[in-house]
T-cell receptor
Framework: NAGVMQNPRHLVRRRGQEARLRCSPV?????VYWYRQLPEEGLKFMVY????????ESGMPKERFSAEFPKEGPSILRIQQVVRGDSAAYFC??????????????FGEGSWLTVV | GIQVEQSPPDLILQEGANSTLRCNFS?????LQWFHQNPWGQLINLFY???GTKQNGRLSATTVATERYSLLYISSSQTTDSGVYFC?????????????FGQGTELSVKP
């Protein structure tokens, strides 16, 4: 997990508010992944992005969740109108190339979202 | 899709003991990684090991890709080894680095 920076580390939102989680990948990495860890569960893939493109969003809930990785700046995971079930740890990861072909994927320290 | 199963689900050790954690996967993979999630929730990369054996201090890992399993060895365990150990694989059929995680082994090392 060298160098993947996530913020905020902890975020509290009331039901109905928006949550924005930011991720700066390891310098030079152009591939970003978001994972979610619900309480007492393992990590589940949400979305895979390259600069300005969503490559695979098969793990994203169909509503209220969106992700972007702009040409400049960090990747953003946005959750609109949060509900209690969105409370979880959200991990960002990055790799220098597509994760296959022998590339270690590095994880950040996570952002813990609590919805009250 | 690919299934990733870890065993045992829970493990309690006395400090100084050795242990072996197992990860079975049901299909061919490009990538296999072991992670340690400490009690504060941080996820630490331990090994990138799609095949072969690697060692790092008191930890070592072996993956036998042809038989679809990986083992993580912890020797002379310390209380700081406590936490959850995850195995994660990138299936061969994936287009990208979408890791599939096992459910983890929760390790508690008692002083």
């Amino acid at each position: 997990n060298a160098g993947v920076m996530q913020n905020p580390r902890h975020l509290v939102r009331r039901r109905g508010q928006e949550a924005r989680l930011r991720c700066s990948p390891v310098k030079g990495h152009s591939h970003v992944y978001w994972y979610r860890q619900l309480p007492e569960e393992g990590l589940k893939f949400m979305v895979y992005l390259q600069k300005e493109n969503i490559i695979d969003e098969s793990g994203m809930p169909k509503e209220r969740f969106s992700a972007e990785f702009p040409k400049e700046g960090p990747s953003i995971l946005r959750i609109q109108q949060v509900v209690r079930g969105d409370s979880a740890a959200y991990f960002c990861a990055s790799s220098p190339r597509q994760g296959a072909n022998g590339n270690t994927i590095y994880f950040g320290e996570g952002s813990w979202l609590t919805v009250v | 899709g690919i299934q990733v199963e870890q065993s045992p689900p829970d493990l309690i050790l006395q400090e100084g003991a050795n242990s072996t954690l197992r990860c079975n996967f049901s299909d061919s993979v490009n990538n296999l990684q072991w992670f340690h999630q400490n009690p504060w929730g941080q996820l630490i990369n331990l090994f990138y090991i799609p095949s072969g054996t690697k060692q790092n201090g008191r930890l070592s890992a072996t993956t036998v890709a042809t038989e679809r399993y990986s083992l993580l060895y912890i020797s002379s365990s310390q209380t700081t080894d406590s936490g959850v150990y995850f195995c994660a694989v990138d299936p061969l059929y994936n287009q990208g680095g979408k890791l599939i995680f096992g459910q983890g082994t929760e390790l508690s090392v008692k002083p």
